[in-house]
Structures are given as structure tokens and as C-alpha cells.
């Protein structure tokens, strides 16, 4: 079982910055990929980053450039930094583990947080 606790999420204004923190607790040896997604009001939900065990991020078209994702492995913190912030990146931000692998080895399926809203304001 894991639980995942976001943070960061609130208002800002168009052009402002946000920050988004997620934590993953539980019986966890390591999570291969923990990310971003986005759920806008009316649509689906997108993805925003991912970032693996290794350092090596992804980001979707539309967050490119502007958003930086980061983890501590040891901490299994998920960070995603969010500026240029524009009206379309209002949203409902949920944070994801997979690839999740427990102290006893076995896999784990993926989870995701509740999520937290972020609203840009012109």
C-alpha cells in the first residue's frame, strides 16, 4: 500500500510560479517513475512530467520550457516547478507513482494522489 500526499497547489496569476510536491509513503525499495498529470475543468486528463529513477524527464507539449520536474529518490519526493504560469494551466494536478517496487520486492500497481487544484487568474 502507498500513499501518496500532494502539496503546493493555490492560486497565481498569469506569468506567476508555483510549486508542487508529492511524497510517496509505504513499504517502498523505489518507484521507477513518479510524475505530473492534469486534469483540466471539462477535459481529459493530460499528462504534464514524469521523471524516472534516473533522472530522465518528459514533459508534455504544452508545459515544455516552463515546467521543471525533479525527485529525491531517497525522500520518494516528486517536485514539479511551474512558471510562466498562463490561464490554460488551470487545472486539477494529480501526482503519480509507477513502476513501484516494495521492500520485500514484489511490484506494486500504480497510484495516483487525490489531487490539488492550481487556478491561473489573468
Known amino acids: 500500500q502507498v500513499q501518496l500526499a500532494e502539496s503546493g497547489g493555490g492560486m497565481a496569476q498569469a506569468g506567476g510560479s508555483l510549486r508542487l510536491s508529492c511524497t510517496a509513503s509505504g513499504s517502498i525499495f523505489m518507484i521507477s517513475v513518479m510524475g505530473w498529470y492534469r486534469q483540466p475543468p471539462g477535459k481529459q486528463r493530460e499528462l504534464v512530467a514524469i521523471?524516472?529513477?534516473?533522472?530522465?524527464?518528459e514533459y508534455g507539449d504544452s508545459v515544455s520550457g516552463r515546467f521543471t520536474i525533479s525527485r529525491a529518490n531517497a525522500e520518494n519526493t516528486v517536485n514539479l516547478e511551474m512558471r510562466s504560469l498562463k490561464l490554460e494551466d488551470t487545472a486539477v494536478y494529480y501526482c503519480n507513482a509507477d513502476g513501484i517496487i516494495y521492500s520485500d520486492y514484489s511490484e506494486g500497481l500504480p497510484y495516483w494522489g487525490q489531487g490539488t487544484q492550481v487556478t491561473v487568474s489573468s
Open positions: 521523471i524516472r529513477a534516473d533522472g530522465s524527464a
